[in-house]
């Protein structure tokens, strides 16, 4: 897949051209050949369309902190889709998982509510859990009362994300 | 290894004739490959946009890792059935890249009738699951098909090969623990269902995706039901509740993004063959095969300057360079793979047979591929030949390829006509790829000599009638002729998928060293042969 | 001579004061706050006590906890470094009452030189030439005509203030009755004293300073002096020794009223004197810094002595080691502060990780740091991170130098002002010598960074590509033939 980082506010993505006899590029729509080298001291060392350059990398996180000849650059490495296997997306309808009762509404309909923001506390199986909003998100409905029961896959709070 | 000698004269006038009917030639192929690839009606293309779905090419460049090969098969399948309206057979198979692992693709063609099979689109998917099974690769379905063409369905339900092989393959490769992944574009209905049920992986897309064995028109008739395509079988429904599918996509992309990674975890395949060297392009230009490959059905050409184009460096080890000429045999490496070829200058005579058989032995003896270029009009006719036991020395010949354990590969360079085509590994003799050129011609006979044969024939049964009209003979013979022309062409054959598909002569080198890459994947085959009728 | 001492302090200046300390053969003693027990400073001690704090800077301020651990830790001493109690006359005070000694000047004379307006007031009674200004007393529309008739342009200033905060300028009657009343405001705010004071402001002004040593007696040597005019939010970022084209006849005048000044003060251990030098060669005492400054370094180049090692002799009672006659400058110094901050968003502090470090060597080059691979820089502490200082026989040279050095200077994970810093000691101006606190506003568009050419854009994004674990992966996974075919399709 291709790698993806912003530079300044500008989106680059790039690909792979050619691996062999010599390894090419494509940034946006130039293509380049790069040519790595060996160098000490964790440098690194690439030859890009015949001119060489020496650097230093440090990743954290998402920031690139480059450093290429004598300037120092910070980039934002992005990851479009991130994690297979995709977080439920059961939208925007938070159902229980198995049958239990409601022990506590910690929201309100209407109420702004950010990601991992515990929306109700329920108990089932003699344990509790708590129901959390899964992204930033207004609460719409709540649809179950303190200390009723539901069954499993019952709705107990639309969401609209924010 | 020495390099082969060539001996074409670039700046003749035989080679300058061919080489410009040769150019024009492939530039038909090519325009009518772009075509079967690309020209789909624009109402199918805006219905297809209008669901937000990308065409079956885009699904696939965006699969394949970037700056890496793609061998596409048949192409020009079903070019001649249907009036033509299933170019390509609605889909795509072929052997790409896929976060560096080998895999066969087979994607449906939702561009050509929503993507609905006819009899020989399941001819190609399950040829191209069969080249999974043979030679051992993971396939990825890119799933998008409205299911079998009802109005054909006798071509496309019961028989042995038909529909059901697909999902007996996919069972059999799921056996063999070779890898399957299917990303499910848009609606598997039926026995369609079964392709991504029988992936050992499989993504769905959330609103245009969806699995069930009877879609809404078939429930509404049998039950009355009234249920749309998402409640029955849609993204939430099978990852959330009947678990038939594994991973929920918010977007086609997004798919393609999980079925990267879902190969990338895969385990790299044990490889039962190596390559010898580094690969070194062929010495002489591919591009003269233009000047080489000759105009005319009938004609001859030195297969050496062939395998001088094909190999690396140019250099050939010929066996045997004195004995039985008309089969040339040898060693060389293609793409640094070690290979055995077997090429014709001529007709087989008993002491080519001969070489060719133990040729072959020795191939398997030191487990080296075998590459068959076909160039052959049949073996040697006459009394002499049949005394000397030429039937016996071709039964030799068939019977050490039918049963080698290597990898065969075949490309048809030019005839393949009758029994020669046989003992050169034809269709029929599992060979793991076989390709064609544009203008190759494969049929019991040639054109010319099955319009005079029957010409003949006539003639001489209305002798015996005793009423001779050669006019009939005439037309008899023109008939046949057109007829023969038409079945003859490789247009024809890619069209039924005798082959894997046709190339363009400069390609064959790529194409080979691929399907040599693919064929190291698969153990090698139980060694030993039959009786050989001495 | 002490046996052991401690140092009130953190950061690079207290790496320094540590390596001058074991040079000398005297045990150290580290504090610390929880927040920086895995900081350079702590391992370079021979022994380090925690402290406890709020937040991290509170601990570097509690003179309790500093003079007991002092006493606990056997030492005799107390360096306070720069900043935090430095210059704080109650902690000297404190220190001497409880029975230890505080490296640097007795507590009245702190108190003096603190004090904006009386110091000002004790310069000018020495003859030490003061900017014409006026002080307020209370009435502030008293204030506000009196600093009228100085005439225009005129800059405002805390009186307990300091580093720049709480400065205004007024080039009208106006201005300067608004910015009066703001600056009263933001003194009491920052400083806990309202009083403020107006002096006639100097167009172009250079900072020159002198570093003086006084053994307590009155008798004091000064150290020459350096220019600190390369500054930003009125800080320093580039200082020098010497001044860059200073005839000598100045130099000598600037110096002598130096050193009038600090022995009238009787003064004891190292302080600096700052001047404002006008374009006119005109020169007027700016404050005078009780303490130890960050840009010592520079004068120990071109004098070849240890600041540190002198400021310890005199508080254990040795007096001066040497005479001013013996002190003969040598060369030219420059030295400029690596800070973490993003000088094109107007140097706004940042914060990050020392991911990777790589500090410069060479000839003449010294490298001033308290930090390590794999450290946090948060906003906990000043922004300043090291000095990189380079020493050679003529000022070009030096510059160069310096430059090269700070070219080769690695500091990934937090962005820094040392590529700006480059482009300053490169500029023809800087070369030139044509310097004054106002240079980095003047060349503001000179020294931004220069446009990224397509080459180097593409040379970057092609080094952050090849970084990356799964781009590597899908160059390198590709089996063969395949790779070598490329992007074939038949």
């Given at each position: 897949m291709n790698f993806i980082a912003v530079l300044n506010g500008r989106e680059a993505e790039i690909g792979i051209t050619k691996r062999r006899p010599s390894l090419a590029l494509r940034i946006g729509d130039r293509s380049i050949e790069v040519e790595e080298c060996a160098a000490e001291d964790g440098a690194f060392e690439i030859v890009v369309d015949g001119k060489r350059h020496r650097g230093w990398r440090y990743q954290s996180g998402t920031e690139l902190f480059l450093r290429l000849g004598n300037r120092s650059f910070v980039l934002d490495v992005l990851d479009r889709h991130a994690g297979a296997g995709g977080a439920g997306g059961a939208g925007n309808e938070l159902r229980a998982e198995m049958p239990g009762t409601v022990v506590d509404i910690a929201c309100s309909p209407g109420a702004t509510v950010t990601a991992g923001q515990a929306l109700l506390t329920i108990e089932s199986m003699k344990m509790q859990m708590v129901v959390a909003a899964p992204f930033d998100a207004i609460v719409e409905t709540i649809h179950v009362a303190p200390n009723a029961s539901f069954e499993r896959k019952a709705l107990l709070v639309s969401l609209k994300p924010v | 290894m020495s390099r082969l000698k060539s001996a074409i004269r670039p700046e003749g006038d035989e080679f300058r004739r061919r080489y410009a009917h040769n150019k024009a030639r492939i530039a038909e192929f090519r325009s009518l490959q772009e075509a079967a690839r690309l020209i789909r009606p624009q109402r199918d293309l805006d219905r297809m946009a209008a669901q937000g779905?990308?065409?079956?090419?885009?699904?696939?460049?965006?699969?394949?890792?970037?700056?890496?090969?793609?061998?596409?098969?048949?192409?020009?399948?079903?070019?001649?059935?249907?009036?033509?309206?299933?170019p390509g057979a609605s889909c795509i198979t072929g052997i790409g890249i896929v976060s560096g692992q080998e895999v066969v693709i087979h994607a449906d063609d939702a561009l050509v009738k929503g993507g609905a099979w006819y009899p020989l689109t399941v001819k190609k998917i399950v040829r191209a699951l069969d080249i999974a099974i043979e030679n051992r690769l993971p396939v990825v379905h890119l799933c998008d098909s409205a299911g079998g063409q009802l109005q054909l369905q006798s071509e496309v339900?019961?028989?042995?090969?038909?529909?059901?092989?697909?999902?007996?393959?996919?069972?059999?490769?799921s056996k063999l623990g070779v890898k399957q992944l299917a990303l499910v574009f848009g609606q598997c209905t039926a026995g369609g269902a079964y392709i991504p049920a029988l992936s050992d992986y499989n993504v769905i897309v959330r609103g245009t995706g969806a699995v069930f064995l009877a879609g809404p028109p078939l429930v509404k008739a049998a039950t009355g039901e009234?249920?749309?395509?998402?409640?029955?079988?849609?993204?939430?429904?099978?990852?959330?509740?009947?678990?038939?599918?594994?991973?929920?996509?918010?977007?086609?992309?997004?798919?393609?993004?999980?079925?990267?990674?879902?190969?990338?975890?895969?385990?790299?395949p044990k490889k039962f063959l190596m390559p010898q060297d580094a690969p070194e392009a062929p010495f002489y230009d591919p591009d003269e095969l233009y000047g080489i490959i000759p105009d005319d059905i009938k004609k001859a050409f030195d297969i050496r300057e062939v395998i001088a184009r094909l190999v690396d460096g140019s250099r050939f080890h010929e066996y045997q360079p004195a004995y039985g000429t008309t089969l040339v045999c040898g060693y060389a490496n293609l793409w640094g793979y070690r290979v055995g070829i077997l090429g014709n200058n001529g007709v087989l005579f008993n002491e080519s047979a001969l070489k060719g058989a133990h040729f072959i032995e020795l191939c398997n003896q030191n487990n080296t591929p075998l590459v068959f270029l076909q160039n052959i009009t049949g073996y040697m006719v006459g009394r002499d030949y049949e005394a000397a036991g030429i039937c016996k020395d071709g039964a030799k010949m068939i019977m050490a390829q039918s049963c080698s354990p290597v990898p065969k590969l075949t490309v048809m360079c030019h005839a393949s006509f009758g029994a020669g085509n046989y003992g050169m590994c034809g269709r029929a003799f599992d060979g793991r790829f076989l390709f064609s050129w544009p203008n190759h011609q494969i049929g019991v006979m040639g054109g010319e000599q099955a319009a005079n044969t029957l010409a003949e024939v006539k003639l001489r049964q209305m002798a015996r009638d005793g009423a001779v009209d050669p006019a009939i003979a005439d037309e008899v013979k023109r008939k046949t002729l057109e007829a023969f022309n038409d079945q003859l062409s490789a247009y024809y054959s890619t069209s039924e998928l005798w082959d894997d598909g046709m190339l363009d002569p400069v390609d064959t080198r790529n194409a080979l060293g691929i399907a040599l890459s693919a064929a190291a994947s698969a153990p090698l085959g139980v060694p030993g042969y039959g009786v050989f009728r001495m | 001579m002490f046996t052991k001492v401690l140092v009130a302090n953190r950061g690079e200046i207290a790496c320094r004061i540590f390596r001058t300390l074991r040079q000398l053969g005297i045990g150290s003693v580290a504090v610390y706050h929880h927040d920086d027990r895995?900081?350079?400073?702590?391992?370079?001690?021979?022994?380090?006590?925690?402290?406890?704090?709020?937040?991290?800077?509170?601990?570097?301020?509690?003179?309790?906890?500093?003079?007991?651990?002092?006493?606990?830790?056997?030492?005799?001493?107390?360096?306070?470094?720069?900043?935090?109690?430095?210059?704080?006359?109650?902690?000297?005070?404190?220190?001497?009452?409880?029975?230890?000694?505080?490296?640097?000047?007795?507590a009245e004379t702190i108190r003096l030189m603190g004090d904006k307006i009386g110091s000002r007031n004790f310069a000018a009674s020495q003859g030490v030439p003061v900017a014409p200004s006026v002080i307020q007393h209370g009435d502030l529309a008293e204030f506000v005509a009196a600093a009228e008739a100085i005439g225009?342009?005129?800059?405002?200033?805390?009186?307990?203030?300091?580093?720049?905060?709480?400065?205004?300028?007024?080039?009208?009657?106006?201005?300067?009755?608004?910015?009066?009343?703001l600056a009263q405001g933001e003194a009491e705010r920052y400083f806990r004293d309202g009083r403020i004071y107006a002096e006639r402001l100097i167009e172009r002004p250079r900072h020159i300073e002198v570093q003086v040593l006084g053994d307590g007696t009155g008798t004091v040597l000064h150290l020459y002096e350096r220019e600190c005019s390369i500054q930003r939010r009125y800080q320093k970022i580039i200082e020098e020794a010497p001044a860059a084209n200073l005839p000598t006849a100045l130099r000598d005048e600037i110096c002598a009223a130096a050193v009038k000044l600090a022995s009238a003060a009787r003064y004891k251990n190292a302080g600096t004197i700052e001047f404002v030098l006008a374009p006119d060669g005109a020169f007027y005492f700016l404050e005078m810094n009780t303490r130890?400054?960050?840009?010592?370094?520079?004068?120990?180049?071109?004098?070849?002595?240890?600041?540190?090692?002198?400021?310890?002799?005199?508080?254990?009672?040795?007096?001066?080691?040497?005479?001013?006659?013996?002190?003969?400058?040598?060369?030219?110094?420059?030295?400029?502060?690596?800070?973490?901050?993003?000088?094109?968003?107007?140097?706004?502090?940042?914060?990050?990780?020392?991911?990777?470090?790589?500090?410069p060597g060479g000839e003449g080059i010294r490298f001033d740091g308290g930090i390590r691979e794999g450290q946090a820089v948060t906003p906990a502490f000043d922004s300043m991170l090291a000095k990189l200082i380079a020493h050679a026989p003529t000022r070009d040279e030096a510059a160069e130098r310096l430059a090269a050095a700070v070219d080769a200077l690695v500091i990934l994970g937090v962005p820094v002002n040392a590529d700006y810093l480059g482009r300053i000691l490169r500029h023809p101006a800087f070369l030139d010598g044509q310097l004054h606190t106002g240079f980095i506003a003047e060349h503001a568009t000179a020294l931004a960074a220069p446009a990224l050419s397509a080459e180097l854009e593409a040379a970057l994004f092609a080094a952050a590509a090849l970084g990356d674990k799964d781009f590597r992966r899908s160059i390198f996974a590709v089996p063969e033939p395949h790779a070598s075919i490329g992007a074939w399709r038949n």
């Open positions: - | 779905k990308m065409r079956p090419r885009e699904r696939l460049e965006k699969l394949l890792d970037p700056g890496t090969p793609f061998l596409e098969f048949s192409t020009l399948a079903a070019n001649r059935a249907y009036g033509g309206e299933s339900f019961p028989d042995k090969y038909m529909a059901g092989r697909m999902f007996r393959n996919q069972s059999i490769l009234i249920v749309s395509a998402d409640d029955l079988g849609g993204c939430d429904l099978h990852t959330g509740t009947s678990g038939v599918c594994d991973y929920p996509a918010e977007t086609e992309e997004h798919a393609i993004v999980i079925g990267r990674e879902i190969v990338a975890q895969w385990e790299r | 895995n900081a350079p400073h702590v391992s370079l001690a021979d022994e380090a006590i925690e402290l406890q704090g709020a937040v991290p800077s509170a601990a570097y301020l509690d003179r309790a906890q500093i003079v007991a651990a002092c006493r606990r830790s056997g030492a005799e001493a107390i360096h306070p470094g720069y900043g935090f109690l430095s210059e704080n006359a109650d902690f000297s005070g404190f220190v001497a009452e409880s029975g230890l000694v505080f490296i640097g000047p007795e225009f342009p005129l800059l405002i200033k805390a009186s307990a203030g300091g580093g720049g905060k709480g400065m205004k300028i007024a080039r009208s009657a106006a201005e300067l009755a608004e910015n009066a009343r130890l400054q960050v840009e010592h370094p520079v004068t120990e180049a071109i004098l070849g002595l240890d600041l540190v090692a002198e400021q310890i002799g005199i508080a254990a009672g040795l007096g001066l080691s040497f005479a001013q006659a013996d002190l003969v400058p040598n060369g030219h110094a420059i030295e400029c502060r690596i800070c973490a901050e993003e000088p094109e968003k107007d140097f706004r502090p940042a914060t990050g990780r020392i991911g990777r470090l790589r500090i």
